[in-house]
T-cell receptor
Framework: GIQVEQSPPDLILQEGANSTLRCNFSDSVNNLQWFHQNPWGQLINLFYIPSGTKQNGRLSATTVATERYSLLYISSSQTTDSGVYFCAVTIITQGGSEKLVFGKGTKLTVNP | EPEVTQTPSHQVTQMGQEVILRCVPISNHLYFYWYRQILGQKVEFLVS????????KSEIFDDQFSVERPDGSNFTLKIRSTKLEDSAMYFC??????????????FGNGTRLTVT
């Protein structure tokens, strides 16, 4: 099956620093989403980004589908950015339906 | 903004007991899903549901699991006889059309199931 690899697995930043999280996937996908899992376990939609670049405040994401990777940029990080960031790709199953395949995540800790 | 609502937020049960996890998807959504996350691990697909039937299920979704849409708003996951290894966060999700067709998947806040 498809492999979704995220790097780095762990990242520690000082408040105000910038960072780039990477997601590589091993096969063609229909779509890609980035999620933030906060300390309470909630999965928050960040981006729905099959290709191209999107920005939302201090966050932006770029997906290059032809090269099978996506990047999530966090600028001027804040302590509230702490948590786990997941990349998830949409694949079509053998039965013809869809499912998301998640990476293992990048655990981000932003220190004051 | 409409949300996917899950109840309860936390459930503790004894091994062998039946549990029902409840979800209210976003009202105009047509595709419904359950995902599971064992503590510290990645989120895994369990089952997808469309047009009142299961469209796909993973190998995790064995005979102990079932899903139901008993009315026009609720979507439930039942575990008939819980095992210790069923302890996990269970997420319900929904989308208006297929994610490949242009719709993101919206997740609920999860139900943390603890089997003792």
């Amino acid at each position: 099956g498809i492999q979704v690899e995220q790097s780095p697995p762990d990242l520690i930043l000082q408040e105000g620093a910038n960072s780039t999280l990477r997601c590589n996937f091993s096969d063609s996908v229909n779509n890609l989403q980035w999620f933030h899992q906060n300390p309470w376990g909630q999965l928050i939609n960040l981006f729905y980004i099959p290709s191209g670049t999107k920005q939302n405040g201090r966050l932006s994401a770029t997906t290059v589908a032809t090269e099978r990777y996506s990047l999530l940029y966090i600028s001027s990080s804040q302590t509230t950015d702490s948590g786990v960031y997941f990349c998830a790709v949409t694949i079509i199953t053998q039965g013809g339906s869809e499912k998301l395949v998640f990476g293992k995540g990048t655990k981000l800790t932003v220190n004051p | 903004e409409p949300e996917v609502t899950q109840t309860p937020s936390h459930q503790v049960t004894q091994m062998g007991q039946e549990v029902i996890l409840r979800c209210v998807p976003i009202s105009n959504h047509l595709y419904f899903y359950w995902y599971r996350q064992i503590l510290g691990q990645k989120v895994e697909f369990l089952v997808s549901f469309y047009n009142n039937e299961i469209s796909e299920k993973s190998e995790i979704f064995d005979d102990q699991f079932s899903v139901e849409r008993p009315d026009g708003s609720n979507f439930t996951l039942k575990i008939r006889s819980t095992k210790l290894e069923d302890s996990a966060m269970y997420f319900c999700a929904s989308s208006s059309i297929t994610t490949g067709g242009g719709s993101p998947l919206h997740f609920g806040n999860g139900t943390r199931l603890t089997v003792t």
